[in-house]
């Protein structure tokens, strides 16, 4: 590699299926929309698409954003657990940020809680938190998420 195209991958070459590829080789990946990945693995080849060999082979460079979903789990009083049901995901390309939350107190005055939201399967988001709850289970509050799904 002597350009700057070819060390971004620009000219890397349709992976074939068979041929011999070594350590830092970047190839195009057919099964998965032409996207670039480094040959990390010993030197071999083999019949298996690199998208699906990570055992040989990691995603190389950015990757293009299949969707994006943002939305707000909101905890009842006295609730510590809730769910959310999302479009589907394929959750080992699927990143989740958590942008924020807000907390309430009725009655005692107790201070927020602790919320975490975690992407439980490729349909699922379960949001919990922490004791926050007042001596009347008065506490509410929300957390909001969103999530980016890379090709």
Partial sequence: ?????????????????GKTYKPGDVVKAPADRYQLYVRTGAAG???????????????FG????????RGVIAFGPGVKTVTA??????TAKTQLRILGGTSSSGGTGISSATM???????TTLTGDREAGIDS????????AWELTEYF
Wanted: charged share 15%; net charge neutral; no cysteine.
């Fill in 1 to 17: 590699m002597s350009r700057a195209s070819d060390v971004l991958g620009a000219n890397a070459p349709v992976w074939v299926s």
């Fill in 45 to 59: 080849g083999g019949a298996t698409d690199p998208s699906a060999d990570s055992a040989n082979y990691t995603p």
């Fill in 62 to 69: 950015a990757r293009a954003i299949k969707s994006t979903q």
């Fill in 116 to 122: 975490r939201v975690v992407l439980t399967d490729a």
């Fill in 85 to 90: 049901t999302i479009t589907a995901v394929n």
């Fill in 136 to 143: 009347n289970g008065n506490t509410s509050g929300s957390v």
